[in-house]
């Protein structure tokens, strides 16, 4: 379950693409072990950057990139980072031979972008977040969904 600093977090509204990092790195200081965040939001609106951020704040140096074709990629040292992409992959038996539950309830952080897709397979706990555009170019909305 997330932890009470994370309930404190307020989202984000962000003007560049490191604006969105930072808030990435914010919320990556914020959790823990066994923390499951869901990512929301239509393509182009800051997931991948967000995670990018939340690599960084977790102390991960290397690129990050999005796991569209590799359905998963794997970050750092404890805490470990689990990026899941459920754009292409929408099927839940799928999902589920792939042993959701040993990224959703193990020792990592887990962050799910198309969580949607496998709304069912999500931990109650899971803390989720819409993204959405701004009316400025590179504005970016980053809010807790209740």
């Known amino acids: 379950m997330p932890s009470r600093a994370v309930l404190e977090w307020a989202g984000a509204t962000t003007r560049s693409p490191e604006e969105t990092k930072q808030a990435g790195r914010e919320l990556a200081g914020q959790l823990g072990p066994g923390d499951v965040v869901a990512l929301h939001g239509e393509l182009g609106s800051g997931k991948t950057t967000f ?8 102390g ?8 569209t074709f590799a359905l998963i990629h794997e970050y750092g040292r404890p805490p470990v980072l689990y990026h899941l992409d459920c754009y292409r992959e929408r099927s839940l038996e799928r999902w589920g031979q792939l042993g959701l539950d040993e ?8 962050v799910v972008e198309w969580a949607e897709n496998i709304a069912s397979l999500l931990p109650a706990s899971t803390l989720h977040l819409t993204f959405t555009h701004g009316q400025r170019d590179n504005e970016r909305r980053i809010g807790l969904q209740p």
Not at 51 to 58: D, H, N, R, Y
Not at 60 to 67: A, E, G, I, L
Not at 103 to 110: D, K, Q, R
């Open 51 to 58: 995670v990018q951020g939340m690599a960084e704040g977790l």
């Open 60 to 67: 991960y140096r290397s690129p990050v990139s999005s796991p």
């Open 103 to 110: 990224y959703f309830y193990g020792e990592a952080i887990s």
